[in-house]
């Protein structure tokens, strides 16, 4: 089991930049492949970024690749998403996953999510 808690979240303005965190919980965290997803209202909620337990294998959306760079800390139990030259369309609730079945999809647990807001 594993339980997940992100925080970081807030309201900037575009350009700036915003790392969010992901504290985990349970011993298998560090055995699975994590991810970030968001969903902004009204819209489904899409695949952000994906990590794999040892951080050697790593997935972006077009949407967000060159500006947003995922990371974990497997001693700390921890995983990170560092958001620069945010823009509005990067509105949405942010949330982290973890799971050992498949990089996009299908993730097993997931935290509450964190509100990031984007001002023009």
């Known amino acids: 089991q594993v339980q997940l808690v992100e925080s970081g979240g807030g309201l900037v303005q575009a350009g700036d930049s915003l790392r969010l965190s992901c504290a985990a919980s349970g011993r298998t965290f560090s055995r699975s492949i994590m991810g970030w997803f968001r969903q902004a209202p009204g819209k489904e909620r899409e695949f952000v970024a994906a990590i794999s337990w040892s951080g050697g294998t790593i997935f972006y959306a077009d949407s967000v690749k060159g500006r947003f760079t995922i990371s974990r800390d497997n001693a700390k139990n921890a995983g990170y998403l560092q958001m620069n030259s945010l823009r509005p369309e990067d509105t949405a609730v942010y949330y982290c996953?973890?799971?050992?079945?498949?990089?996009?999809?299908?993730?097993?647990?997931w935290g509450q999510g964190t509100q990031v807001t984007v001002s023009s």
């Open positions: 996953a973890a799971g050992n079945r498949d990089y996009y999809a299908n993730y097993d647990y």
